[in-house]
């Protein structure tokens, strides 16, 4: 009979040394509606108990799917009872496309223990099913098994008839595939003699079978330890459960070695080892802490006990709730009962270190209580539920962040440092999500969305198009970082502890691809924007330089593939041995020597609709119309490049570059016009020019060349400029500007929001708030309004006004007229909404702790009014004062007794003083005619100032703030 085993059920333990942890996650393609990921460390493992009624082989039957990018083979680690391992291979690939993996194992009558541990990169688990076999052939007790280095042991060897089977100890043949690795010894013993793989063929009265057999580059050893039994903390006169030692070795065997384990204790007087019973355990004596130790084979594992008073005894009655995987973060205070009384106790430390929140049920955690004033140990119970994981989305786009480099700025090639800011704040947001237990699969999905978006974003924030000139790709690693995986790039193969990093030599940064003394790949690929195909007269030049660094066969320099599949490359240029190939097309040519350790430029000219390419090498003709390797496809997506199999293996590239030539250029941006600024003035301007543009005055007649950045001294009409004609691109299309003649403008004398304060959520409920400006007269001529945060990490705000939620703290919103600089607030207040557990058909979940309330309103004698807000996580207060002119007044006392002063006025002036503790400060103060003065005042007394007058004002009266000033300690 079939019996199903689904992954909650599982025990999860987590390596000591891993930074991830195994865990239950919900998903809906799943059996049971859960899986076991995340089991990515040397040390972690799933862990199911099996109860069979009578002993023989059962067929083991695992749902599993390989989770692991790039479509790379996976696998666990499969040990039955505490046996060695045997690798189990995953059937498909791709993250929860679930397969089955099949085993034949021998299993004991009642209770068996069934390990999946790390084997080869991301598998996943959906369940597994056992049932007795009913076969007549000769069984290897497991289907692998795994030796330490110069182990030897016999396999167990059965035949089966049936559902019945018999051990076969005599009369049996062996043989080892690869003598290296393995040999026969004594006739039925398996001696590893050398690390790698090998095949055990036994063959019993005309039978055999097989057994894949892996030796480890160690001899057999203990490889870690692991004690159960003792709490975390004990009562004077209280023992502790039986103490139970396991010795895991490096062949995936794991031993009970309780007897032969020795025990101490750090302070015997606080808690002792008791060894009378049959089994060890811990007698606690009195209040104190003691660290109990167990040592096997020269491996230990310890375990931090605290023994209390009885009557110091309390009952913590909060629950803490966290996704399975996930570290939880403490509660600040919990309900306890304390000497039979109900009542609040702070968390004054909490301690999860060394706890495994993998598995679901609960877990005790260790804390320190403030109770009646006294600080007493006591545990946290914290429930570990299925998870979404959110949490191991976002350790990978961590990892990403820190180990990719990402060019920012505003020249070719760079990316936009605002959308990459933008991404990273969605990160820390999914990452503040990640830790709640009650998320809902609708908010999970949502978040899903919001990062996919944010880092679609990142990626079509790309500047591609320099002077008119649209690339399709371009990357010279100048703006990298190096050390790091260029971000952009692709990885398509880096196998066997291959590398791709940026390396910098004499100032200049490049792309280095290696591989390791074993045989790897290396290869990436870059990918395309845009339509990258040519007619007529246009032509798709690509670019590259690259540099060998060893002697390897082959390398590809670059592999230009079409659209119509993944193997279909169009074009092709590779090193060879020492030799330059070009791929003609079904035939690879031979066109130039090359050298090791010299750079060379390489480029490639397209003609499409011909179906040939020329190539040239330091821009000399090296071969002349060859056709395409494959002529499919309606266009270029990309480029694949790097080392296909080699050892030692080394290349360099830089440069790259593609792009269509024969068309036009692109229209310009980003340019400006400022229009007449008195009657007859004549004074127009258009901004953002270049020299590589042309303009004209009569709708194209005559087109001048463009001087410098400014278009100047326009009298009002209509002007055209664009990129001018060059011998790769025709001029761009035009961009049409009108200079207006000078008409009077309507100053705008206020500004209001549509609502002064606002409570957004994290967790649930509504985390944006869209705020409206009305700018004041409504006729206004410039009604243009910036908006800020002045907290980006608690919630930002985009260009329109719309306010969105990353963290719990106070940030205030605020509207900025152009015209006139005059402000208006909203003062933002994100929480996390805890819920207490149960149902709720509400609109909002049941809550044990409220939102909090907007700061209360102070009304002054003066007509102003008063904000005290305090930010409960950071204790930072800030109080605003606003006047009904639009007077504004900011304090921001920080705990740290940093003091921050912010004043704007109606007139466009505005101050702002920092004061620390040690009394230094920095003022910056900016007068309504543009005059800045920033003073800057150390804790000794001493005053800096500095002086900025805007353009066309020559000299103006300033006034410097300084403390204790005499006309001795002034100089200039």
Not at 201 to 230: C, F, H, W
Not at 308 to 334: C, H, R
Not at 339 to 363: H, I, Q, R
Request: charged residues 20%; proline residues 4%; contains cysteine.
């Amino acid at each position: 009979m079939r019996k199903r085993y689904e992954a909650e059920n599982a025990l999860l333990v987590k390596d000591p040394n891993g930074e991830t942890s195994p865990a239950v996650q919900r998903e809906s393609t799943a059996s049971g509606g859960m899986k076991i990921a995340g089991i990515k460390n040397a040390n972690d493992y799933a862990q199911f108990t099996v109860n069979v009624p009578e002993a023989g082989f059962y067929n083991l039957s695992v749902r599993n799917a390989n989770g692991s990018p790039n479509a790379a083979d996976a696998s666990h680690i499969l040990s039955v009872n505490g046996g060695s391992g045997a690798k189990l291979n995953i059937v498909y690939s791709g993250p929860n496309r679930w397969g089955t993996s099949a085993a034949k194992v021998f299993l004991k009558e009642g209770d068996n223990i069934i390990r999946f541990s790390k084997g080869s990169n991301l598998a996943e688990i959906d369940s597994m099913d056992l049932f007795k076999l009913d076969t007549s052939e000769i069984l290897f007790e497991s289907p692998g098994f795994t030796l330490g280095l110069n182990e030897t042991r016999s396999l167990p060897l059965y035949t089966v008839t049936g559902a019945t089977y018999t051990a076969i100890d005599t009369g049996a043949t062996f043989s080892s595939s690869d003598t290296k690795v393995a040999i026969i010894d004594e006739g039925d013993q398996i001696k590893a003699v050398g690390a790698g793989s090998t095949t055990i063929t036994a063959t019993y009265n005309g039978k055999t079978t097989t057994a894949a057999v892996t030796i480890v580059a160690e001899p057999r050893s203990v490889q870690s330890l692991d004690m159960s039994g003792l709490d975390s903390v004990l009562t004077s006169g209280q023992s502790s459960r039986p103490l139970q030692v396991t010795a895991r070795y490096n062949n995936y065997e794991m031993k009970n070695v309780t007897a032969d384990a020795q025990y101490t204790s750090s302070d015997p007087e606080v808690a002792r080892i008791d060894t009378v019973s049959v089994t060890p355990s811990v007698y606690a004596d009195k209040p104190g802490t003691a660290l109990i130790t167990a040592e096997y084979n020269g491996s230990k594992t310890a375990i931090h006990l605290t023994v209390i008073e009885a009557s110091d005894a309390v009952q913590v009655v909060s629950e803490v709730k966290t996704p399975s995987g996930v570290t939880p973060d403490p509660p600040s205070v919990v309900d306890i009962v304390y000497n039979s009384e109900s009542m609040t106790a702070e968390v004054v430390s909490w301690k999860p270190e060394g706890m495994d929140f993998s598995s679901l049920g609960t877990v005790q955690v260790p804390v320190i209580l403030k109770v009646d004033g006294r600080d007493i140990p006591s545990t946290v119970s914290v429930e570990v539920v299925a998870g979404w994981g959110l949490d191991d989305i976002v350790n990978q786009l961590r990892n990403r962040l820190a180990n990719f480099s990402y060019p920012l700025g505003t020249g070719l090639g760079n990316y936009s440092q605002s959308k990459y800011d933008a991404f990273v704040a969605e990160v820390d947001k999914a990452e503040e999500m990640a830790f709640n237990p009650d998320l809902s699969k609708e908010q999970f999905d949502g978040e899903l969305d919001n990062l996919a978006q944010a880092e679609e974003a990142l990626l079509g924030s790309l500047n591609s198009v320099q002077d008119g000139v649209a690339y399709n790709a371009y990357r010279d690693f100048s703006g990298d970082t190096v050390g790091k995986y260029p971000y952009g790039i692709t990885t398509e193969d880096l196998t066997n502890g291959a590398t791709a990093t940026v390396k910098e030599e004499d100032g200049n940064k490049f792309l280095r691809l290696t591989t390791t003394a074993t045989s790897g790949k290396a290869n990436l690929f870059l990918p395309y924007t845009g339509e990258v195909k040519a007619e007529g007269d246009q032509r798709i030049v690509i670019e590259y330089r690259a540099r060998l660094n060893s002697s390897f066969q082959y390398a590809n320099g670059a592999m230009m593939r079409n659209d119509s599949g993944t193997g279909n490359y169009s074009m092709v240029t590779a090193f060879d041995t020492g030799k330059f190939i070009v791929q003609n097309g079904g035939s690879k040519k031979a066109v130039q020597n090359v050298s090791y350790n010299t750079w060379y430029k390489i480029k490639m000219v397209a003609n499409w609709d011909n179906k040939t390419y020329t190539v040239y090498l330091d821009d000399v003709p090296v071969a002349t119309d060859y056709n395409f390797r494959h002529t499919g496809g309606d266009k270029l997506i990309g480029q694949r490049f790097g080392i296909d199999g080699y050892a030692n293996a080394s290349i360099d590239f830089d440069d790259f570059k593609a792009m269509v030539i024969g068309g036009p250029k692109a229209a310009p941006e980003g340019l400006g016009k400022v229009d007449e600024t008195a009657a007859g003035a004549n004074d127009g301007r258009i901004t953002g020019v270049n020299d590589s543009m042309e303009w004209s005055s009569d709708h194209g007649g005559t087109w001048l060349n463009v001087e410098g950045d400014t278009l100047a001294n326009l009298p009002p009409g209509t002007y055209w400029v664009r990129y001018r004609e060059t011998d790769t691109h025709k001029a761009s299309p035009y961009v049409e500007f009108t200079i207006m003649a000078f008409n009077q403008s309507i100053p705008v004398t206020s500004v209001r929001l549509n609502q002064t304060s606002a409570q957004l959520y994290t967790n649930y409920g509504r985390s944006t708030v869209q705020l409206t400006a009305h700018v004041e007269p409504a006729e206004a001529s410039n009604k243009t309004v910036i908006w800020s945060t002045s907290n980006p990490a608690v919630a930002t705000v985009d260009e329109h006004g719309l306010v969105r939620a990353h963290a719990s703290g106070t940030t205030v919103i605020t509207a900025t007229t152009t015209d006139g600089s005059y402000t208006a607030s909203c003062v933002v207040t994100v929480g996390v909404y805890a819920t207490s557990g149960g149902s709720n058909s509400g609109d909002e979940p049941a809550s044990s702790t409220a939102p909090p309330k907007p700061a209360p309103i102070t009304k002054n004698g003066d007509g102003s009014t008063t904000t005290i807000d305090t930010d409960q996580a950071t204790g930072t207060v800030t109080e605003t004062t606003v006047w009904p002119n639009g007077d504004r007044k900011v304090i921001t006392k920080e705990r740290s007794g940093t003091l921050t002063e912010v004043v704007t006025k109606q007139d466009g002036s505005k101050s702002e003083t920092v004061s620390k503790p040690d009394g230094s400060s920095r003022s910056v103060v900016t007068d309504s005619q543009g005059v800045k003065v920033e003073t800057i005042t150390t804790s000794l007394g001493e005053v800096t100032a500095e002086v900025h007058l805007p353009e066309g004002v020559a000299q103006a009266r300033i006034t410097i703030p300084v403390k204790k000033a005499s006309a001795s300690t002034v100089a200039y």
